[in-house]
C-alpha cells in the first residue's frame, strides 16, 4: 500500500531543497506512537491476558460492552468492534480495531477462561482495561504478562 501525501506549494531552487521541504513537511504531519518509558523506546505494551473462574463469558451483548468500556478506559480509539458466537458451546471470540492497535478476546465458557490480548502505542493505557475486565467477568484468577513490542 502506498501512501502519497501532498505538499504545499512551495519555492525550491533545488532538489536538495524540494527533498528537504518534503521531509518537513511529512515530520510535521506523522506523529511517532512509539512510547518511551524508563529509558527504553517501544511500539507498544502487549498484555496477554488470562481470565479463570469467570461468568458471562457466553454473551455477545455484554462482552461487546465490555470491550467498548476498556476502550474508554484505555482513552484508545475504536476502529471497528467484530464479535462472533459460536454453537453450540457459547464461546465468543473477537477482536476491537483501534487506532493505537487491538483488543481481542476468545472466551470458553464450559470452563469458564477467556483469554485476551491488549496491545496499545501511544498514549493509550492497556492496564486500564483489567478493572474493567474484572469487574465484568468477575474472574477468581487473573494472569498477566507484558511485553514491549518493538524494543530498540
Known sequence: MSL????????VDTVAEASDARAEVEHATS???FIERNGLRFAG???IVDLWGCTGLDSVEAI????RRCVRAAEA??????LHHFTPNGGVSGVA???ESHISIHTWPERGYAALDIF????????ATIPVLRHAFAPT????SEHMRGTF
Do not use: F, W
Open 97 to 99: 480495531v483501534l487506532a
Open 4 to 11: 502519497t501525501r501532498s505538499l504545499p506549494t512551495m519555492a
Open 31 to 33: 506523529k511517532d506512537y
Open 45 to 47: 505494551s502487549h498484555l
Open 120 to 127: 496499545m502505542c501511544g498514549d493509550a493505557n492497556p492496564h
Open 64 to 67: 461487546e460492552l465490555t470491550l
Open 77 to 82: 480509539t475504536l476502529l471497528h468492534l467484530h
Open 141 to 144: 484468577q487473573v494472569v498477566i
